[in-house]
């Protein structure tokens, strides 16, 4: 099992910069599958970027391919999420999760981190 611990969260302005982190518990972080998720207000939670258990595989929505870019250290436990060229629809709660299948999409994702609010202003 794994715990996720997400921070970086914050307001910023349109145009601009926020890199989330994401720190797992446990000794098997570098084998699981891990993935970047938000749900805004009234809508349902949709996957944003994922990766595989080495880094050598990223997966990516339409929406923020270009923008957003994924990666993690297994040394650290830890996987971020950089992005850029932030939007007001970006606006959401984002979750990090973990699938032990190894991949960084599907559904497989089996544990989840509490969340951390991004809230890009007009």
């Known amino acids: 099992q794994v715990q996720l611990v997400e921070s970086g969260g914050g307001l910023v302005q349109a145009g601009g910069s926020l890199r989330l982190s994401c720190a797992a518990s446990?000794?098997?972080?570098?084998?699981?599958?891990m993935g970047w998720f938000r749900q805004a207000p009234g809508k349902e939670r949709e996957f944003v970027a994922g990766?595989?258990?080495?880094?050598?595989?990223?997966y990516y929505a339409d929406s923020v391919k270009g923008r957003f870019t994924i990666s993690r250290d297994n040394a650290k436990n830890t996987v971020y999420l950089q992005m850029n060229s932030l939007k007001p629809e970006d606006t959401a709660v984002y979750y990090c999760?973990?699938?032990?299948?190894?991949?960084?999409?599907?559904?497989?994702?089996?544990?989840w981190g509490q969340g951390t609010q991004v809230t890009v202003s007009s």
């Open positions: 999760a973990a699938s032990p299948s190894g991949y960084g999409v599907g559904k497989g994702f089996m544990y």
């Open positions: 446990g000794r098997s972080f570098s084998t699981y599958g």
């Open positions: 990766i595989n258990w080495s880094g050598g595989s990223t």
